[in-house]
């Protein structure tokens, strides 16, 4: 599927790799990780705001995940540490963090993590149930007011 993919972008527009070209218009800039974590603790310092939730949501889905480290399979181990990492290598510069959050709150073995689950403890239901619907409230209210949330 892939290889006639570009085949056809080949073939037609005569760039077979028009489609990951393409992708230096969105701004986006290889970059290690940690790079991209530490913009995104300066931008939500200076600017608070969507910055400052952006960050917020994808470390507690960083803490969420190597507090479930220890109880994970490998594989669930890698599913969580690249679903949280592979955005991080590719960010935009004004915003680095943008749509990672959406990314993060999929990510399941974080949220294990958070709620105690399979670690030998557990956090009281009612304050995980609290937390999580607290910030789906705050969430919608910022997405129904047409606010530019991830």
């Known amino acids: 599927g892939p290889l ?11 760039n077979w ?10 701004g986006r800039e290889l970059q290690p990780p940690w790079v991209s974590l530490g913009r995104a603790v300066e931008l939500a310092w200076s600017f608070q705001s969507y910055w400052l939730l952006d960050l917020l949501i994808v470390s507690l889905a960083i803490a969420g995940l190597s507090l479930a480290i220890p109880g994970l399979r490998p594989s669930e181990t890698t599913y969580g540490a690249l679903s949280l990492l592979l955005p991080l290598f590719d960010p935009i510069w004004d915003r680095p963090l943008l749509s990672v959050p959406r990314f993060a709150v999929v990510v399941f073995p974080a949220l294990w993590g958070l709620s105690g ?3 030998g403890r557990k956090l009281p239901e009612p304050l995980v149930i609290s937390v999580l619907a607290a910030g789906w409230a705050i969430s919608v209210v910022l997405f129904v007011n047409w606010r530019h949330l991830f």
């Open 17 to 26: 790799l028009a489609p990951l070209d393409a992708q230096r218009y969105w």
């Open 117 to 119: 689950a399979g670690l």
């Open 4 to 14: 006639g993919w570009f085949a056809w972008w080949g073939l037609v527009h005569g």
